[in-house]
């Protein structure tokens, strides 16, 4: 079981990027994915969910507008569109799956239930 974590860069405010997580070893389509982030000094926090029953999404007040997850189930790929970046997005974003159905937002963004922690990807967002 592998999820592994892509896309990440440097970006001025305003730009955007897409992350992806490709995953292996598992059957995408029966599994929640999330995504969360980590700032130098900060605890992890959760950015996105997309529950697998029914592709309901969950979102982070401060991303809310600007970010948008999707999966590919044929390329086993959970993505996250991210528009109009600014400075305090800068972390490390992972990717992590969870076996339960996400119905609300503290279950996605708590990442209590979520495991198979991938590598993470740096995103900068920096003039």
């Known amino acids: 079981v592998q999820l592994q974590a892509s896309g990440g860069g440097l970006v001025q405010p305003g730009g955007s990027l897409r992350l992806s997580c490709e995953a292996s070893g598992f059957q995408l389509s029966i599994y929640s994915i999330g995504w969360f982030r980590q700032a130098p000094g900060n605890q992890r926090e959760g950015v996105s969910c997309?529950?697998?029953?029914?592709?309901?999404?969950f979102y982070a007040d401060s991303v809310k507008g600007r970010f948008t997850i999707s999966r590919d189930v044929s390329k086993s790929t959970v993505y996250l569109q991210m528009d109009d970046l600014k400075p305090e997005d800068t972390a490390v974003y992972y990717c992590a799956r969870s076996p339960y159905y996400i119905t609300s937002s503290d279950n996605c963004l708590s990442g209590r239930t979520f495991e198979s922690w991938g590598q993470g990807t740096l995103v900068t967002v920096s003039s």
């Open positions: 997309l529950s697998y029953r029914d592709r309901k999404t």
